[in-house]
């Protein structure tokens, strides 16, 4: 036993230190100080080969004006559409509300629905304007701007109606809406170069990382001839009652430039299951246009079916602080390899076929829990009858899995959903079969879609319908299971399992005035079968709640079942950094 102890855990102790020595001896060469920073839509400026929208962002209300290129009026110091003024001096004026251009922190540049848009950021808080010019921009609204060979920009530049040569290095944007943009031979640009009515040059030997955007040109990739590549090496720790408390480290190489391939390496020891958990992944890109990359990983990891509910974080901090573990696990080693497409920015593609090894691991009950007391951690999938269990845990831990997954996901969420409102959809189909290198044969199939819709800046109602369905026989870990957290919230976690279901969840949100609190009204409903069809006696249930959050890190909700049983408690849950 002290044998094994010596050639487990040390060892893992002592590699995992060297690898800390190493990533403070490369760090002693070179530090990099970042500091979270947050940032709101100040306006946004869309365009195409005949027309221009604008829209200037208020925490009452937004202001839209769009109007035709030819009916632009373009003088140095202003713009005009029409009879309305739209830049003058440095303000942006827009249905009679008015935007200082000196806010612009940063940009975001893209494509969506046939236009360009050109999103200015500006920071949450006034930061004065010190601090705006330690952020390295340049910005001259009705002036030109030249950046000199020796001269390096660490921000964007950014003009109305001024023109833009750079000879020299800029590290993000470079705009000029109404003026022309010029990139010398020696020029290096990070980010991307736009102008809407004006004319862009791009010498053949300048280096641009990003994309031209111009009327005529709908996002122009540029040849680059460097490469640059970023490594990170981040600790790893995840606590669950299976593995206990797992240590490690990943190491991540990602090619800037998309020309060379990305690797991760992972190698965490797991202290109660005694086991090494290990993961290599590459992926190359083909195509820049669409988005096209293939890739392989090889792993042997603690696997779980409720991701979709939690991640590792949240699920170890339920685990350290109150001895509650809400994830089902199974060991599986294997490989896997698939193919990606992002034809649009907001949608991804994915097909790929997975060959595994499972292994049945027991829980570890008497785990250390910081509030726990006197509390165990129950056991793998404990809600299940004792004998199908029984067979679910001889399944495991006797049996290839393998099969073909094919998912697509559309996602227009971005940082805060108060902000706009937003689509979530995602499609998922999994076939296993014996001609496939199996020993199942199923197929299993889920359909979501989610709409957060915004009525007012402090007010918005949430809406998720999802689906689930199978062909063939699903083993016990495959199957979907509903109640509880993220499902019916008035129920107890994961009473109720089956081959077929659907479920709703809404929830109407409301954000209090000058605070970072919100307080929901929450209700869900689901159905749930064992049966090729819904029978008669699969019961509709339905749960009615309340939730507070506490910024975006925290909420905590009450929830209660709506049927005529005798569990009448109400369930209390506590999410971590799960706001929306």
Same mark, same amino acid.
């Given at each position: 036993m002290v044998r094994r102890f010596l050639s487990g855990p040390l060892l893992g102790l002592a590699i995992i230190a060297g690898s800390f020595s190493v990533a403070d001896a490369q760090k002693s060469t070179y530090k990099e100080y970042r500091r979270s920073i947050r940032t709101k839509n100040l306006f946004e400026v869309s365009f195409n080969k005949r027309s221009i929208e604008i829209t200037l962002f208020e925490e009452d209300r937004t202001a839209q004006a769009a109007y035709q290129r030819r009916d632009l009026s373009i003088t140095r110091g202003q713009v005009r559409g029409g009879a309305h003024i739209i830049f003058d001096q440095d303000e942006l004026v827009i249905d009679g509300q008015k935007v200082s251009l000196g806010e612009v922190y940063d940009t975001r540049v893209g494509r969506t629905d046939g236009y360009t848009a050109v999103t200015f950021l500006a920071r949450t808080q006034d930061i004065g304007r010190v601090s705006r010019v330690k952020r390295g921009n340049v910005i001259r609204p009705h002036r030109n701007i030249t950046i000199d060979e020796d001269r390096f920009v660490r921000g964007l530049l950014f003009t109305v109606t001024g023109d833009i040569?750079?000879? $020299?290095?800029?590290?993000?944007?470079? =705009?000029?809406?109404?003026?022309? +943009?010029?990139? #010398?031979? @020696?020029?290096?640009? *990070?980010?991307?170069?736009?102008?809407?009515?004006?004319?862009?040059?791009?010498?053949?030997?300048?280096?641009?990382?990003?994309?031209?955007?111009?009327?005529?040109?709908?996002?122009?990739?540029?040849?680059?001839?460097?490469?640059?590549?970023?490594?990170?090496?981040?600790?790893?720790?995840?606590?669950?009652?299976?593995?206990?408390?797992?240590?490690?480290?990943?190491?991540?190489?990602?090619?800037?430039?998309?020309?060379?391939?990305?690797?991760?390496?992972?190698?965490?020891?797991?202290?109660?299951?005694?086991?090494?958990?290990? $993961?290599?992944?590459?992926?190359?890109? =083909?195509?820049?246009?669409?988005? +096209?990359?293939? #890739?392989? @990983?090889?792993?042997? *990891?603690?696997?779980?079916?409720?991701?979709?509910?939690?991640?590792?974080?949240?699920?170890?901090?339920?685990?350290?602080?109150?001895?509650?573990?809400?994830?089902?696990?199974?060991?599986?080693?294997?490989?896997?390899?698939?193919?990606?497409?992002?034809?649009?920015?907001?949608?991804?593609?994915?097909?790929?076929?997975?060959?595994?090894?499972?292994?049945?691991?027991?829980?570890?009950?008497?785990?250390?829990?910081?509030?726990?007391?006197?509390?165990?951690?129950?056991?793998?999938?404990?809600?299940?009858?004792?004998?199908?269990?029984?067979?679910?845990?001889?399944?495991?831990?006797?049996?290839?899995?393998?099969?073909?997954?094919?998912?697509?996901?559309?996602?227009?969420?971005?940082?805060?959903?108060?902000?706009?409102?937003?689509?979530?959809?995602?499609?998922?189909?999994?076939?296993?079969?014996?001609?496939?290198?199996?020993?199942?044969?199923?197929?299993?199939?889920?359909?979501?879609?989610?709409?957060?819709?915004?009525?007012?800046?402090?007010?918005?109602?949430i809406g998720q319908a999802m689906f689930g369905g199978s062909d063939g026989y699903l083993p016990m870990h495959k199957r979907f299971y509903l109640g509880g957290l993220g499902t019916l919230r008035g129920f107890k976690h994961k009473e109720f399992m089956g081959t077929r279901f659907w479920m709703a969840n809404f929830e109407y949100r409301f954000r209090f005035p000058a605070s970072d609190l919100a307080l929901s009204l929450l209700w869900d409903a689901a159905q749930i079968t064992n049966d090729v069809k819904f029978q008669e006696t699969d019961e509709v249930k339905h749960s009615l709640g309340i939730a507070i959050y506490l910024g975006d890190d925290l909420r905590i909700s009450l929830a209660k079942r709506l049927d005529r049983s005798a569990e009448t408690d109400p369930n209390f849950y506590a999410r971590v950094d799960h706001a929306f």
């Open positions: 040569e750079v000879m $020299g290095e800029v590290n993000r944007d470079v =705009i000029s809406l109404f003026g022309n +943009i010029y990139v #010398g031979p @020696e020029a290096v640009i *990070r980010g991307d170069i736009v102008s809407v009515t004006g004319k862009v040059t791009v010498s053949d030997r300048a280096t641009v990382y990003g994309r031209t955007y111009t009327g005529r040109h709908r996002g122009r990739v540029h040849r680059r001839w460097t490469v640059e590549s970023h490594s990170d090496i981040k600790p790893r720790f995840t606590y669950n009652r299976v593995d206990g408390a797992r240590v490690g480290q990943s190491l991540q190489h990602t090619d800037a430039l998309g020309y060379l391939p990305s690797v991760e390496v992972s190698a965490d020891y797991a202290f109660e299951s005694e086991r090494w958990r290990f $993961g290599i992944g590459v992926e190359q890109p =083909i195509l820049r246009r669409p988005d +096209i990359s293939i #890739g392989a @990983e090889f792993y042997r *990891r603690l696997a779980s079916e409720d991701d979709w509910l939690l991640g590792d974080c949240e699920n170890t901090v339920f685990a350290l602080l109150v001895t509650e573990d809400f994830k089902d696990y199974y060991e599986a080693e294997g490989a896997s390899a698939y193919i990606t497409a992002r034809p649009m920015r907001n949608l991804r593609l994915e097909t790929r076929y997975r060959q595994e090894e499972t292994n049945w691991l027991p829980s570890q009950p008497h785990l250390f829990s910081l509030f726990g007391g006197d509390k165990l951690f129950s056991p793998n999938f404990r809600r299940v009858d004792s004998v199908f269990r029984d067979i679910g845990i001889a399944m495991i831990d006797t049996t290839t899995l393998a099969g073909l997954t094919a998912t697509v996901t559309y996602d227009t969420r971005g940082s805060n959903p108060f902000r706009r409102s937003a689509w979530l959809a995602d499609g998922r189909i999994e076939w296993s079969h014996p001609d496939l290198g199996s020993d199942f044969d199923y197929r299993r199939y889920t359909l979501r879609g989610s709409r957060y819709q915004r009525l007012t800046r402090r007010s918005m109602i």
